[in-house]
């Protein structure tokens, strides 16, 4: 019964998000925009069908990666090479900028009593061992 619960789903997700581009079309909108609108009616948030929340996020992150493989078949060197001079100080100063907010807001949040668990917030750290707050 497994499979074709994973088969309802997956036809039902591709049956509301092709409604949802035709209609975002209709409107003079992208197609994404009513892509992510079927998937707010179609989510476990919202009243109606609910499927299987574990399956759907496997779905959700599979279409994450299909999403950045097309991204990166579109992507071109010579296009970056083209601004890099906005693009790599654009890039540096936000990723700075991100790092310090993060960094204050979790000494905001808690009082400075935990500094390590500024890289949790900051999207320039990963988590690593020493972020933890244990002591």
Same mark, same amino acid.
């Given at each position: 019964?497994?499979?074709? $619960?994973? !088969? ?7 049956? #509301?998000?092709?409604? /949802? ?7 003079? $909108?992208?197609?994404? &925009? ?6 707010? &009616? ?5 009243? /109606?069908?609910?499927?299987? &929340? =574990? ?6 992150? !599979? /279409? #994450? ?5 097309? #991204? /990166? @078949? ?10 890099? =001079? ?10 700075? @900028? ?6 204050? @807001? ?28 244990? =002591?």
């Amino acid at each position: 019964m497994h499979e074709y $619960l994973i !088969l309802i789903n997956i036809t039902l997700a591709l049956i #509301v998000a092709f409604i /949802g581009g035709v209609l975002a079309r209709r409107v003079g $909108l992208p197609s994404i &925009v009513g892509y992510l609108l079927a998937g707010v &009616v179609i989510g476990p948030f919202t009243p /109606g069908y609910v499927g299987d &929340v =574990d399956t759907i996020m496997q779905l959700a992150e !599979l /279409g #994450v990666i299909f999403l950045m493989f097309g #991204v /990166g @078949l579109h992507f071109s060197f010579q296009d970056l090479w083209r601004v890099r =001079d906005v693009a790599i100080p654009g890039a540096l100063i936000q990723t700075m @900028l991100a790092t310090l907010l993060g960094f204050a @807001l979790t000494q905001w949040w808690w009082a400075g009593k935990c500094r390590r668990a500024s890289c949790w917030v900051s999207p320039s750290q990963s988590p690593a061992p020493w972020c933890s707050c244990a =002591d």
